[in-house]
């Protein structure tokens, strides 16, 4: 191939880089003069949805970003927010929803390493993983594949890098049978005065490059992220690029002994769009110009160009502006660690970047008319029509409340997700001291009381039905999640996950989840401090589920005072917070039972949310309790019947039907709700204070024996649900 | 009958096991091993008498299960 | 009881390593880098677990070539003890100072839960605060930890009471439902015909503390201390 | 020069990946699959020119690193 970087910038090879005629006129202002084939490459992939956030943004500055503990909000390549003694938490997730299904270990695992880098780029050593997954219907002919690699995928990445990755969800539904998504997440722990951002500064500072070396991987594979699926998806197959966690975990450890000296200015790891996305942020987040020589990037393949090299994605990769004279030093860690290192330029005030290859100047751009000016678009949106409220006579109760309840717990979406996390190693580094399979993980803030804890939620039937009500609900879940385990939530990222962002009714639901999101957040104090928006997830015109997916994240200063969901001795009474109505419009039972999707969902009172969410983290943090479990898909039977698996005894239950009939009660959805196991002698003491703050409380039975009794249905043995509760994944990807 | 397939990175495609055993090799001082490539090697015993007929099946193998046709080639050879 | 520990690229359970070295012994560990051609005097060395250099071409292949093993190998050879957990086992059997090879679990899946472990012969420095037979509860986590030796020697471990421990039931029997990734014999960890090399591929580091869910590694970690001191 | 080297498991090593692809390919309902092995295979590029010397070279590194003698066979062709 003959490589010119001067053709003729014809119509057609502009919008084959995905570039608008408004937005090419844009380029052409910016630079005075056509492009060269390389600024060409460069405006595109800068200017993609997926970089620019041209489609979000608008809706985006909408969410609520401040707290007092908040230290760095949306804007860094992660959140990050203090929890005290100098320390700070810093956090992210992001989708690697295309690649994933087009190659499921390689697109998965590759998630996992780019929200790595994400997070250690500011200094921080991850020290958990989370992971946020919809496969399409178990039917779909794809969806065992998709499965089984995207699992191994993680874990092969997850499990070497040695970050353990602890938790999760898994949701199944027909919306994703052509569009997947994979969202990861990472937490990672710094010291506050150790944290280190992306805004290159000092003329004449050396530019330096680290990590593996750049091959043709993943070229357009930002703006493959931003491009609607089709049935020649197969021909972008080579795209897909593949990791080594090997290299990344090094890279981890290298930069942080650099990060450990005082030698870094600025650092950026090379994600989507690579160096050109990386290095522009840099430049322009400082006010600055950089001059690289392109002929100094440690290549991979002979007799790559230019215009290859800036758009390439090869993973494992980071961009450094050392203090100067400060390079041998430097050189010196990456050596240690087998990792190139390369100067490849350095800080100009022309606030340009500058390319040179072989000689020649083969791309010069401002940056910052680039980064500030790229488009933002007002894109038309309707609302999503209102549904009315389903009424729970309008559902027909089950032939038999014992099947019921076992075809629930042992359907897809409910059943254990063991088969998933026992891939992953959840325990590596020795501080992950709750696993998975409970509300929230818990990890330790190593060699201190204090502990994070973490949850990812979206309810994404909701969000269809309701997108206001949906984007409230899922910012809520993570919150009763993170408070039903003990800690106090402190603050989100998410993921938003929806379809074509052109058509107006998408675009509704992206309004409108926002709007729901925005509102909890505010109610519960809960600001947004990173994230990550994935659109035109949709084949042939059919959009997943509106899925914006948030990850939360709570703090322990005593770890010692954390609960999990299993009850620790026989006669503990339960005591369930919240009241219930109800309420099965889009819920799990009307889905699993009359396979319907109908209705409106739960409401979301926010204010009663925080009420009784505060009162139980208060009643744990006291000792009051030794168990707790919220209430969420599946309704109350289920979370009853997922504490007595937990904790491998039976229970004796008495629910009053008499304002609701038996199956609205036992799996209707109603939020606010939690489910307490505590000590006999404390009960009393916790209903009445209850009374007095004005939660609605009820004493509903006892744990012990070996059965899970409710009354008005068949007495089940705790054995008979772990077994249904573990078949069915186990069953289903047997043979794969 | 007997098939044996190879199965390797496509071109361009970054291989770490490849790279980490190149790297490997010269630590332990083998000088001048300018690449390594690693693959995978599958042998297979058919019942299958009909050697276009062995010679199809494995290709559908390979298409289905054994190499992931995004980033691996394969070649099959029968015997 | 004066400890070292060798950390090579991709090593991951390192930390753990040092920091149940450190509580259970008092001492901070020594870290050898994989690429240092010293070992300051120690008691035990112990090879941790995690995927040096990313576990490419076998397990343990690249790291049992390492400079730091040779030094290893003739502190095990001068009677010195040397404990391998997890990928430190890999390396371990590479390096034939044990016996065998670990192979990719059966179900060809990494596997991470916790096992219930028979303390198979208390009879040795590493094995002795427990009781004979007692089963324990050990969390693995592991993707090639499929105990292969051939007949013959998988004969002489068991004769020579070579076999430390071996996974097992909640009733302490070695069914092959209780197998959890096809290791013959249903081998979790085996010691050299000297008994000052223990290798084992779950994780007795990560079991020290209440609050990591129980405590039955401590017990592996108080033998050495009987043992050694 | 190039190398190549085909790494398999003796005879009587249980081979898991084998054994599962099997499992799979029948459960694909790929019929009469009597048995499957599973091996790698290792290119090399060889800056050495001499056939002989790029044998024993490739012959020592399969010795030292690419296979573990306790379980494995090598074989080497060199091109
Ligand atoms: N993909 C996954 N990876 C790891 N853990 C997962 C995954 N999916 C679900 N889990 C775990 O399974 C448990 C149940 O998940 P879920 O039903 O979503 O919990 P909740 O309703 O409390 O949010 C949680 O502990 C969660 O972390
Ligand atoms: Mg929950």
């Given at each position: 191939m003959t490589w010119n970087n001067n053709v003729e910038i014809t119509d057609a090879l502009v919008k084959e880089h995905g570039l608008s005629d408004d937005e090419y006129a844009l380029c052409l202002k910016i630079l005075g003069r056509t492009p060269t084939l390389t600024e060409l490459g460069i405006f595109s992939v800068m200017w993609s949805e997926h970089c620019s956030y041209k489609s979000s943004k608008k809706h985006l500055k909408t969410l609520p970003t401040k707290a007092p503990w908040v230290i760095h909000g949306p804007g860094e390549n992660a959140g990050v927010i203090d929890i005290g003694d100098n320390q700070a938490i810093i956090f992210k997730m992001e989708s690697h929803n295309h690649p994933s299904y087009i190659e499921p270990y390689q697109g998965a695992a590759t998630g996992v390493g780019g929200i790595l880098r994400d997070v250690f780029t500011m200094g921080a050593r991850p020290i958990a993983n989370m992971n946020a997954l919809r496969f399409g219907s178990p039917d779909h002919a794809k969806t065992k594949h998709l499965l089984s690699g995207v699992v191994e995928g993680i874990g092969g990445y997850g499990n070497c890098v040695g970050v353990p990755t602890v938790g999760g969800e898994t949701n199944f539904h027909p919306?994703?049978?052509g569009n997947i998504l994979v969202n990861a997440m990472n937490v990672g722990l710094a010291d506050q005065d150790k944290i280190f951002l992306s805004a290159a500064a000092g003329i004449g500072n050396p530019v330096i490059y680290v990590g593996s070396k750049t091959g043709r991987d993943g070229i357009h594979g930002a703006t493959m992220a931003s491009a609607e699926f089709t049935e020649d998806t197969e021909e972008k197959r080579p795209t897909v690029q593949v990791g080594d966690p090997f290299t990344e975990k090094l890279l981890i450890e290298a930069c942080l002994e650099l990060m450990s000296t005082d030698m870094v200015v600025a650092i950026q790891d090379m994600g989507a769009a690579g160096l050109t996305s990386s290095s522009v942020e840099m430049a322009s987040g400082g006010g600055v110009g950089f001059d690289f020589n392109l002929d100094m990037i440690p290549q991979r393949e002979e007799g790559m160009t230019p215009y290859e090299m800036m758009l390439s994605e090869s993973q494992e990769r980071m961009l450094i502006v050392l203090k100067p004279g400060r390079e041998a030093e430097a050189k010196a860690i990456f050596d240690k660690w087998d990792l190139d290192f390369a100067v490849i330029g350095k800080i100009t005030e022309t606030g340009n970047l500058t390319l040179r290859f072989k000689g020649e100047v083969v791309a010069d751009i401002p940056t910052q008319p680039l980064a500030d000016n790229s488009p933002e678009y007002d894109r038309p949106w309707v609302k999503t029509p209102a549904r009315a409220f389903l009424k729970p006579e309008d559902v027909a109760a089950p032939a038999d409340m014992k099947q019921a309840l076992l075809k629930m717990i042992g359907s897809p979406d409910l059943c254990s997700r063991d088969w998933i996390w026992q891939?992953?190693?959840?325990?590596v580094m020795a501080d992950t001291i709750q696993k998975p399979g409970g509300d929230a993980a818990v990890v330790r803030v190593h060699g201190t009381e204090k502990a994070v804890a973490i949850s990812t939620d979206c309810t994404p039937r909701y969000c269809y039905a309701d997108p206001v009500e949906g984007g409230k609900q899922a910012v809520v879940e993570t919150w009763r999640n993170l408070t039903a385990v003990g800690a106090t939530p402190l603050a989100i990222t998410d993921c938003l996950n929806f379809g074509n962002p052109e058509r107006p009714e998408i675009m509704g639901q992206f309004v409108g989840c926002i709007e729901g999101m925005k509102e909890a957040c505010i109610i519960l104090d809960y600001p947004v401090v990173s994230g990550n928006v994935s659109l035109y997830n949709e084949t042939n015109g059919t959009g997943i589920h509106p899925t914006p997916a948030i990850g939360g994240v709570g703090l322990f200063t005593d770890s010692s005072k954390m609960v999990t969901i299993a009850p620790q001795k026989e006669g503990e009474v339960l005591i369930l917070v919240g009241e219930t109505k109800g309420h099965l419009g889009v819920s799990l039972y009307l889905d699993i039972m009359e396979g319907r999707e109908e209705g409106a969902p739960p409401p979301v009172d926010l204010l009663l949310e925080k009420k009784n969410g505060d009162f139980v983290r208060a009643q744990i943090n006291a000792e009051n309790i030794a168990a707790c479990h919220d209430i969420s898909d599946g309704g109350l039977y289920v979370a009853l019947a997922e504490m007595a698996m937990a904790s491998e005894m039976g229970m004796a239950v008495t629910l009053d039907y008499e304002n609701v009939p038996q199956h609205a009660f036992a799996f209707g959805e109603d939020q606010a709700r939690y489910i307490l196991s505590v000590p006999a002698d404390k009960a009393d003491a916790i209903l009445s204070k209850a009374k007095a703050e004005g939660v609605v409380c009820a004493n509903i039975g006892r744990v012990g024996g070996k059965d899970f009794e409710v009354n008005g249905m068949s007495s089940i043995s705790v054995s008979e649900l772990l077994t249904t509760h573990q078949g069915w994944m186990k069953d289903y990807m047997g043979l794969e | 009958m007997k098939a044996r397939v190879h199965i390797t990175l496509k071109n361009g495609v970054l291989d770490p096991q490849g790279k980490a055993i190149q790297h490997a090799l010269t630590a332990l001082d083998f000088g001048g091993v300018d690449d390594v490539r690693q693959g995978k090697y599958i042998e297979l015993d058919l019942a299958e008498t009909d050697r276009e007929k062995a010679l199809a099946s494995v290709e559908d193998m390979c298409k289905k299960l054994l190499s992931n046709t995004v980033i691996e080639n394969y070649v099959i050879e029968i015997e | 009881m004066k400890s070292a520990v060798i950390v090579f690229p991709a090593s991951n359970c390192d930390r753990d390593m040092i920091v149940a070295l450190e509580k259970i012994t008092g001492h901070k560990p020594h870290i050898i880098w994989h690429q240092d051609e010293e070992i300051p005097d120690a008691d035990l060395i112990a090879l941790p677990g995690g995927f040096s250099f990313g576990d490419y071409l076998r397990c343990g292949a690249m790291a049992a070539r390492s400079p730091a093993i040779q030094k290893v190998i003739e502190h095990a050879n001068r009677g010195g003890n040397v404990i391998g957990i997890c990928n430190g086992f890999q390396v371990l059997t590479e390096t034939g100072l044990l016996p065998g090879a670990l192979m990719r679990n059966k179900s060809l899946k990494f596997i991470c839960k916790d096992v219930n472990l028979k303390v198979e012969n208390n009879d040795t420095a590493f094995t002795n605060a427990y009781g004979q037979g007692q089963v324990i509860t050990i969390p693995m986590a592991h993707h090639d930890g499929n105990y292969f030796a051939d007949d013959e020697t998988l004969k002489e471990l068991e004769d020579d009471g070579r076999i430390a421990f071996r996974y097992v039931d909640k009733a302490g029997q070695a069914t092959a439902e209780a197998n959890p990734n096809g290791s013959r014999n249903n081998i979790a960890g085996i010691i050299n015909r000297r008994k000052n090399i223990l290798g084992m591929m779950p994780h007795p580091e990560r079991l020290i503390e209440d609050a990591q869910g129980g405590i039955d590694g401590l017990g592996f970690f108080e033998s050495m201390i009987n043992a050694i001191n």
């Open positions: 919306s994703y049978d891939q992953y190693d959840h325990q | - | -």
